[in-house]
């Protein structure tokens, strides 16, 4: 157990619906990075917060957004889902800003869109 | 366009055997290269890292071989064993702390 959760675990929804995925830090941790994973783009960065600025930007597409809030968990929401949009999505977190330090993932949510 | 290549898409060892994964990489402004393991159904893991100041370095059974010149590094897994089984990812980090991962080596190690 990596101290990092996220919810839901799944989410099943259909085309150009909204969903928003939740992920809460191991305890001290700052940095808080989402990730993608599909069989079609593996493992991709999408953004990095870090102690509720965002740091770092990957290639999240703008249908899609985060923010960390003030007791550091953080949020992605994704909008005007697409087929495509279907994947694992991962957040991480660390003590630091800079991601050289060692980033803890969480177990991920599964989302299926319909 | 793909930052980092890795190798073999797939990988069967034998256990006791030597695991080796390769990743190319393009752009000579990533200074940090980091390995993941990922089990099934589970988030990746950092495995090992290594910075482009040094050729090497080494945990345990695990070692990066890091050569600046030809932009690739890789992984080598010595003794390998059935419990090192996983999908594994290489990674490149630009001083943007921008990440990307390499398609990912599925290990599977016979006992």
């Known amino acids: 157990d990596s101290g990092v959760t996220q919810t839901p675990k799944h989410l099943i929804t259909a085309t150009g619906q909204r969903v928003t995925l939740r992920c809460s830090p191991r305890?001290?941790?700052?940095?808080v990075y989402w990730y993608q994973q599909s069989l079609d783009q593996g493992l991709q960065f999408l953004i990095q917060?870090?102690?509720?600025?965002?740091?770092a930007k990957g290639n999240i597409l703008e249908r899609f957004s985060a923010q960390q809030f003030p007791d550091l968990h953080s949020e992605l929401n994704l909008s005007s889902l697409e087929l495509g949009d279907s994947a694992l999505y991962f957040c991480?977190?660390?003590?630091?800003?800079?991601?050289?330090?060692?980033?803890?993932f969480g177990p991920g949510t599964r989302l299926l869109v319909l | 366009q793909q930052q980092v290549k890795q190798s073999p898409q797939s990988l069967i060892v034998q256990k006791g055997g030597i695991s080796i994964i390769n990743c190319a990489y393009e752009?000579?402004?990533?200074?940090?290269f980091p390995w993941y393991q990922q089990f099934p159904g589970k988030g990746p893991a950092l495995l090992i890292a290594?910075?482009?100041?040094?050729s090497e370095k080494k945990e345990g059974r695990f070692t990066i071989s890091f050569n600046k010149s030809a932009k690739q590094f890789s992984l080598h897994i010595m003794d390998s064993q059935p419990g090192d089984s996983a999908t594994y990812f290489c990674?490149?980090?630009?001083?943007?702390?921008?990440?990307?991962f390499g398609t990912g080596t599925s290990l599977t190690v016979i006992p």
């Open positions: 917060y870090y102690n509720g600025e965002e740091r």
């Open positions: 290594i910075r482009p100041d040094v």
């Open positions: 990674a490149v980090l630009n001083t943007g702390n921008q990440f990307y």
């Open positions: 991480a977190s660390s003590v630091v800003a800079t991601v050289q330090e060692t980033q803890y």
């Open positions: 305890s001290g941790d700052l940095s």
């Open positions: 752009n000579t402004a990533f200074d940090y």
